[in-house]
């Protein structure tokens, strides 16, 4: 037994000594899949399975988050909860909203600045209103015992233009431009445009028509694979920022 462990182990080593991993190999793979600003590129909002859809999307130096199920901030970095510019709520249904106060609260704690934009389906408005309300208490025993950097008004969320409206452009940079497409269903679809690329991202429930996804460089939808684990690359400008 003695004998054939140490023959494991010599041709373990042996095995490791002629396909070595070098810290420079591990570095290059690393590197392939840093996101730059230029890119347009989808990553997951969790490596851990979520109750509902969830993704961000980094384009033209912009992170926005399509989808808000419970669990959403859990993997999210400090910097990329303070840093998110924008949420898209892809429903008003339990499993698509009930994450919206966790990135709500946990932002404004990381030092958000401002108040979180967000854009749904007909009713945003109402819902966000409503959350607003129920945290009147929570959000002035924070601001008065932990005194987050943004100051009080950064917590609120903040309501996107089109609220109501069946097609809207809801976040507009220059650059980058996402569209909300209502379906009557109290759920919406979005597609976003960045140097001439577009991604088109929609929850389950429904029946998207041939013409919309025309021409859509990436779909997301029911039926898609999801990323949940490295990011997924609409567009790499290739260039190092």
């Excluded at 840093?34 to 109750?51: E, G, I, M, N, Q």
């Excluded at 008004?153 to 809207?168: H, K, S």
Aim: proline share 5%.
């Amino acid at each position: 037994m003695k004998f054939r462990a140490l023959g494991i182990v010599v041709c373990a080593t042996a095995l490791a000594a002629c396909n070595p991993v070098t810290s420079k190999d591990a570095e290059t793979a690393r590197a392939d899949l840093t996101v730059h600003s230029t890119d347009f590129a989808v990553l997951p909002c969790s490596k851990r399975s979520l109750p509902g859809a969830c993704v961000h999307v980094l384009a033209g130096g912009k992170r926005v988050v399509f989808g808000a199920p419970a669990g959403m901030t859990l993997d999210m970095t400090q910097a990329s909860l303070r840093n998110t510019d924008a949420v898209m709520l892809l429903s008003l249904r339990g499993e698509d909203i009930e994450g919206l106060d966790e990135m709500r609260n946990a932002a404004w704690r990381a030092g958000r600045e401002s108040s979180l934009p967000v854009a749904g389906p007909s009713g945003t408005g109402d819902f966000l209103g409503l959350l607003n309300r129920a945290y009147e208490v929570s959000d002035a025993l924070i601001y008065v015992e932990d005194r987050p950097a943004g100051g009080f008004d950064a917590a609120l969320l903040a309501l996107l233009p089109g609220d109501g409206e069946q097609v809207a452009t809801v976040f507009d940079t220059g650059d980058l431009r996402i569209s909300k497409f209502e379906t009557g269903t109290d759920r919406a679809f979005y597609v976003v445009d960045y140097v001439d690329h577009t991604a088109l991202i929609a929850g389950c429930g429904i029946e998207l028509p041939d013409s919309v996804t025309d021409g859509i460089d990436l779909v997301l939808d029911c039926e898609s694979n999801w990323p949940t684990a490295d990011p997924v690359f609409v567009f790499r400008d290739g260039v190092v920022n």
